[in-house]
């Protein structure tokens, strides 16, 4: 084989390994970020976990997961299992209402680090008011108070009773009077006797 021959068989090598190289960066650079809970520019009233989908196997190592609060405070998340997805609870007071961020950098399986970030509001939702309670009044008698109308003249005006010595007076009379006429008639018999006896003397 001549040395042209060789020298293009080279260069035909060469083009096809750049061929190959060039196809391999860009599916490389192709694992990105598919979806993720919450989304960028979500409103959210609640979140105990975020989660992060990407196009191909993670590495499980240098990744990070950060929440920023709209006051600027940062708290790392503990990543669970890395797959193509990454997991963290959220742990409370992480975020704040308003806009918060979540910061992520993964790890593709090649080893090249993809970051990026999520924009979202947490607005959580105000407390439902509890219905005020309903106070019964109850009206109550007190030592100075007029009499109710439901309250009788019985009631309120006790009825006076005789005493026994009232009544032993009472009884008694009856008696005293009969004893008082029998002795009146006895001495009206008696005077009428005595005159008689005395007219009948007169005559003889």
Known sequence: M?????????LAAAAALLAALALAAPAAAHTALVS???????????????????????????NELVLVAPDGTPTELEIGDVTETVTAPVPEGAIAPGENTLRFRVVSADGHPIEGSIAFTYAPEEPTP???PVVTVTATATPGSSPSASETPESSSPTPSATPDAVAATAGVPGWGWILGGAGAIAVVATAVILMRGRGAGRG
């Not at 979140?47 to 190592?61: G, H, N």
Request: charge should be negative; avoid cysteine; aromatic fraction near 2%.
């Open 130 to 132: 509890s219905p005020a």
């Open 2 to 10: 001549s040395v042209t021959a060789l020298v293009r068989h080279g």
């Open 36 to 62: 993720s809970s919450p989304a960028d520019g979500d409103t959210v009233t609640e979140l105990t976990e975020v989660s992060l989908e990407f196009t191909e196997q993670l590495l499980d190592i240098g």
